[in-house]
T-cell receptor, first 109, second 114 residues
Framework: QKEVEQNSGPLSVPEGAIASLNCTYS??????FFWYRQYSGKSPELIMS????GDKEDGRFTAQLNKASQYVSLLIRDSQPSDSATYLC?????????FGTGTRLLVSP | EADIYQTPRYLVIGTGKKITLECSQT?????MYWYQQDPGMELHLIHY???????EKGDLSSESTVSRIRTEHFPLTLESARPSHTSQYLC?????????????FGPGTRLTVL
């Protein structure tokens, strides 16, 4: 099992809808989790971090962490075409971050 | 403005050349990282450093080397470039004092070896 797993997608949603991105992790990944957005040909940009169980909201983004089920998710409300990108989930491993392969999100106008 | 910089942004070079990719940050971070990423593929950690004179190899075997003589500077060197080194190289840094840190990335260097 990979340490951090994501569905590669693409996940297609219409403009204005809620996009739900999911990530599962193994026991080898600890309590810190991060969501990065990466546009094609660009570097990853940190958009959310979450350290404890529950929800964390920032604008249109909500990160959810469930340690018992070992999953972390990112909800994007009122999705815009500009949200179309690859979303990387990362978890804290031993002294470093472990990245998933990313989920490609496509938001159609 | 606190930021992380990489130069050059694009580099096309012939096989056998020695190259150095520059990474500098003005964020005051102790920890710095180099990742390699092919188009549409996952990030691979190739080197990291926890401070001056500290360097470690990452998960992906790499023929590159790094140095950390100054806190803000973390260059990556390829002694003899090969076509297999063609990739995007991303530098990152993270906040000091936390066990698992938020990492912030530079703009990347896209390297093409002919």
């Amino acid at each position: 099992q990979k340490e951090v797993e994501q569905n590669s997608g693409p996940l297609s949603v219409p403009e204005g809808a809620i996009a739900s991105l999911n990530c599962t992790y193994s026991d080898r990944v600890s309590q810190s989790f991060f969501w990065y957005r990466q546009y094609s040909g660009k570097s990853p940009e940190l958009i959310m971090s979450i350290y404890s169980n529950g929800d964390k909201e920032d604008g249109r983004f909500t990160a959810q962490l469930n340690k018992a089920s070992q999953y972390v998710s990112l909800l994007i409300r009122d999705s815009q075409p500009s949200d179309s990108a690859t979303y990387l989930c990362a978890g804290g491993g031993f002294q470093k971050l472990v990245f998933g392969t990313g989920t490609r999100l496509l938001v159609s106008p | 403005e606190a930021d992380i910089y990489q130069t050059p942004r694009y580099l096309v070079i012939g096989t056998g050349k020695k190259i150095t990719l520059e990474c500098s940050q003005t964020m005051g971070h102790d920890k710095m990282y180099w990742y390699q990423q092919d188009p549409g593929m996952e990030l691979h950690l190739i080197h990291y450093s926890y401070g001056v004179n500290s360097t470690e190899k990452g998960d992906l075997s790499s023929e590159s080397t790094v140095s950390r003589i100054r806190t803000e500077h973390f260059p990556l060197t390829l002694e003899s470039a090969r076509p297999s080194h063609t990739s995007q190289y991303l530098c990152a840094s993270s906040e000091p004092g936390l066990a698992i840190d938020e990492q912030f990335f530079g703009p990347g260097t896209r390297l093409t070896v002919l």
